[in-house]
Nanobody, 125 residues
Framework: QAQLVQSGGGLVQPGGSLRLSCTAS????????IGWFRQAPGKEREGISC????????YYADSVKGRFTVSRDSASNTVYLQMNSLQPDDTGVYYC??????????????????WGQGTQVTVSL
């Protein structure tokens, strides 16, 4: 059974950076598509970035393009979300997700079965 454990997050000032980690057990992330999602208070969970296992499809939401970058480290079975130039609108709970999607046509939270526990990111002075 897949287990995803997240780390990182916290409080950062506008313009700052954070890196979120998502480490898997029970599955090998090299073989899974990965999604990163965030949920702001009172809002639906939105797709930030989704990518297939071979990175043939990599999606970034318009709101984070050029600021957020996803990566994967096979040795540690971990995926990362590097977030730069953070703004108050980036505040929310961030989740990683994994599933066996061979291709992606969207980055929607309804399409994913294995989830991390979520981590809070707060961007504020």
């Amino acid at each position: 059974q897949a287990q995803l454990v997240q780390s990182g997050g916290g409080l950062v000032q506008p313009g700052g950076s954070l890196r979120l980690s998502c480490t898997a057990s029970g599955i090998t992330l090299d073989s899974y598509a990965i999604g990163w999602f965030r949920q702001a208070p009172g809002k639906e969970r939105e797709g930030i970035s989704c990518f297939t296992s071979n990175f043939a499809t990599t999606y970034y939401a318009d709101s984070v393009k050029g600021r957020f970058t996803v990566s994967r480290d096979s040795a540690s079975n971990t995926v990362y979300l590097q977030m730069n130039s953070l703004q108050p609108d980036d505040t929310g709970v961030y989740y990683c997700a994994a599933d066996r999607h061979s291709f992606l046509i969207r980055c929607n939270s309804r399409d994913w079965r294995s989830w991390g526990q979520g981590t809070q990111v707060t961007v504020s002075l």
